[in-house]
C-alpha cells in the first residue's frame, strides 16, 4: 500500500484523474471499477472535462460497479446506475454496453451475484478498481464483520450507512435496507487498487484502515493485504496518520510519481 498526500481535495482528485488518464492511454480497453458518492463526483467531472478538451477515449473501455440497491430499477434518480450515467457515461464517449452495475430488481439475487462475478471474469477481471471509504470503514457495501474472502452478494446495510445516505433518500429510513455489492474477495482481485479520501470526517476512519491491525470490522482494512494498492488523500483526511512524513516523502521522491509533479 502506498498513501500520497496531496494538499487539498481538488489535488488528491486531480492525481486520481491525472493516474486513471495515463492507464486509460496506456490499455485503451482497460477494465475499470467504478464507485460512486460525493467524492467521486469531482473525479468524473475531471475525466469528462479532459474526454471534452483532449479526446481522452473511452470507447474501449469497460465499467463494472461496485454496488446497487436492492428494491432499486435503473431508471430510478436515486439509483446508481442513474448516478453514472448522470455524473460520467453521459459525458464520455463509453458505449453503453460496455457498462456494468448489479442489477437490484433481479428476482434471484443470489443468481445475480454469480452472474456478476461471471461478467467480471469475462472481460479478462479488472484492471483499476476505484474505491471510496464509507463513515464505518466499508468499501463497496461491505459492512462491518464482511468476510476478507466475500464475493458479490447482497448485503444488509447498517443504520450508520443509511444514515450516511440519507439526504438522497428524504431521510435514512427510506434508504434501502440492503444492496448488491462486490465482496472484498472480489475487490482484491483488482490489478490496482485507488482509493480516494477526503475531508477531516474521514480522518479517524483512514488511520485505522491503513495503519491499523487487519479486521473483518472494517473491511477497508483489507486493502492493506493488496500488491498494488494506492491511497491517494488530502491534507485534511491525512490528519491523524502517523507516517506523514515518510508518505509525503514517497510522492516527492519515487520515480514512479515524479511525472505527476509536472
Known sequence: ??????????????????????????????????????????????????????????????????????????????S????MHAHFFQHVN????????????????????RDYEGRIAAAGGIDVQLLGLGESGHIGFNEPLSSLM?????????????AQNAEFFAGADNVPPRALTMGVGTILEAREIIMLV??????DMLAKATEGPITAMISATALQLHP?????????????????????????NEPEWQVFHQ
Open 1 to 78: 500500500m502506498e498513501i500520497l498526500i496531496r494538499p487539498d481535495a481538488q489535488a488528491a482528485t486531480t492525481l486520481v484523474a491525472r493516474v486513471l488518464e495515463a492507464r486509460l492511454v496506456a490499455k485503451p480497453d482497460l477494465v475499470l471499477g467504478c464507485a460512486t458518492g460525493r467524492t467521486m463526483e469531482s473525479l468524473y467531472a475531471l475525466l469528462a472535462r479532459r474526454h471534452a478538451e483532449t479526446g481522452l477515449d473511452f470507447s474501449q473501455c469497460k465499467t463494472f460497479n461496485l454496488d446497487e440497491y436492492v428494491g432499486l430499477a435503473a431508471d430510478d434518480p436515486r
Open 228 to 252: 498494488n494498492c494506492k491511497v491517494i488523500v488530502d491534507e485534511a483526511a491525512a490528519d491523524k496518520l502517523q507516517g506523514q512524513t515518510y508518505y509525503r516523502w514517497i510522492f516527492d
Open 94 to 113: 463509453i458505449k453503453p454496453a460496455h457498462t456494468f452495475l448489479p442489477d437490484g430488481t433481479a428476482a434471484d439475487l443470489k443468481q445475480e451475484a
Open 80 to 83: 446508481y446506475h442513474a448516478y
Open 150 to 162: 466475500s464475493r458479490t452478494r447482497d448485503k444488509a446495510l447498517t443504520p450508520t450507512t443509511r
Open 198 to 203: 477526503l475531508g477531516e470526517n474521514k480522518a
